[in-house]
């Protein structure tokens, strides 16, 4: 069974800086890409950021690329998300997801979400 567990959020002052983690677990984590979705209250879920399985690619959205530093560690199984400078407009519930391949088909798996939230 895919189990995707976040940790890591919390309230932060603009500027500030917090690091999220994800422990994932039931799936061959080195094979698969890592994704760090966000979403704020009240709008759609949206992609922040992706690591290809070997680490050595990273793709970011517009909005906080410079800022945010996707990560991951193939011996812990785990996926992190390095966000410095915080602004408002960062406040979400952030996620951390998989797509893998089982039963001929491709799935998406989700964690529970940690909430980020960045206030004076």
């Known amino acids: 069974q895919v189990q995707l567990v976040e940790s890591g959020g919390g309230l932060v002052q603009p500027g500030g800086s917090l690091r999220l983690s994800c422990a994932a677990a039931g799936f061959p984590f080195s094979s698969y890409d890592m994704n760090w979705y966000r979403q704020p209250p009240g709008k759609e879920r949206v992609l922040v950021a992706s690591i290809s399985s070997s680490g050595g690619n990273t793709n970011y959205a517009g909005s906080v690329k410079g800022r945010f530093t996707i990560s991951r560690d193939n011996r812990k199984n785990m996926v992190y998300l390095q966000m410095n400078s915080l602004k408002p407009e960062d406040t979400a519930v952030y996620y951390c997801?998989?797509?893998?391949?089982?039963?001929?088909?491709?799935?998406?798996?989700w964690g529970q979400g940690t909430q980020v939230t960045v206030s004076s």
């Open positions: 997801n998989v797509r893998y391949s089982a039963y001929g088909g491709l799935h998406d798996a």
